[in-house]
């Protein structure tokens, strides 16, 4: 019936995820219907990995950056900085990059500086921003800091979901910031004019 179909597509998924042996692997897979076609499918191509980055990624780090955000560059808070050259988590599926989390700490906060997830949907950038906030709370921060810009909605929305409240609003300083990144555009996300930072916080403790 349809809560044996049920049971046997848990122990399947769970038995894939964890690397044992699959159920219905051999004599018994015919036992088992297309829907566990589909799930296994599905959660193979959804599974990845979230890690600390070590030096051998820095290449693929910086491509990521440049490949993804135009730049190796980005101007925060008036201040030009290079995401790559700062710790990083990285959300990696065999040898690709698909997610980013670049952060510095500087005393009791920490600051997050890039935050890139290729593949909506499998909860990258919560993971992503999880993996800092626990690293920056091992490293002795209060809070974490993050700024984005009056256009990206769906960053506002990301962040405030998470747990970060609006701490401040910089009107007009991204004319400041093109005076360091000329090639910053005049318009956004969704044909929104890109005047503003907006900086959200995080508590840590």
Same mark, same amino acid.
């Given at each position: 019936?349809?809560?044996?179909?049920?049971?046997?597509?848990?122990?399947? &998924?769970?038995? +894939?995820?964890?690397? =044992?042996?699959?159920? /219905?692997? %051999?004599?018994?897979?015919?036992?088992?219907? #297309?829907?566990?076609?589909?799930?296994?499918?599905?959660?193979?191509?959804?599974?990845?990995?979230?890690?600390?980055?070590?030096?051998?990624?820095?290449?693929?780090?910086?491509?990521?950056?440049?490949?993804?955000?135009?730049?190796?560059?980005?101007?925060?808070?008036?201040?030009?900085?290079?995401?790559?050259?700062?710790?990083?988590?990285?959300?990696?599926?065999?040898?690709?990059?698909?997610?980013?989390?670049?952060?510095?700490?500087?005393?009791?906060?920490?600051? &997050?500086?890039? +935050?890139?997830?290729? =593949?909506?949907?499998? /909860?990258? %950038?919560?993971?992503?921003?999880?993996?800092? #906030?626990?690293?920056?709370?091992?490293?002795?921060?209060?809070?974490?800091?993050?700024?984005?810009?009056?256009?990206?909605?769906?960053?506002?929305?990301?962040?405030?979901?998470?747990?970060?409240?609006?701490?401040?609003?910089?009107?007009?300083?991204?004319?400041?910031?093109?005076?360091?990144?000329?090639?910053?555009?005049?318009?956004?996300?969704?044909?929104?004019?890109?005047?503003?930072?907006?900086?959200?916080?995080?508590?840590?403790?």
């Amino acid at each position: 019936g349809g809560r044996a179909v049920i049971q046997r597509n848990i122990a399947y &998924l769970t038995a +894939l995820q964890t690397g =044992e042996r699959l159920p /219905g692997d %051999g004599e018994m897979s015919a036992f088992y219907d #297309a829907s566990h076609v589909d799930n296994v499918e599905n959660v193979q191509a959804s599974a990845y990995t979230v890690r600390r980055a070590v030096t051998a990624d820095l290449p693929a780090v910086e491509a990521f950056v440049v490949a993804h955000w135009g730049s190796a560059r980005q101007v925060i808070n008036g201040e030009l900085v290079e995401p790559a050259a700062f710790s990083c988590f990285v959300a990696q599926r065999a040898e690709e990059l698909i997610g980013l989390a670049s952060f510095r700490v500087e005393g009791a906060t920490c600051q &997050l500086l890039l +935050l890139n997830s290729l =593949e909506p949907g499998l /909860g990258m %950038g919560r993971r992503l921003v999880d993996a800092v #906030a626990d690293a920056a709370r091992g490293a002795g921060c209060r809070r974490m800091t993050v700024v984005t810009t009056n256009d990206n909605l769906p960053a506002l929305r990301f962040y405030q979901r998470y747990g970060f409240v609006i701490h401040a609003v910089r009107p007009n300083a991204l004319a400041a910031a093109r005076r360091l990144k000329p090639e910053i555009p005049a318009v956004g996300v969704d044909d929104i004019p890109l005047r503003d930072e907006i900086e959200l916080e995080l508590k840590l403790a």
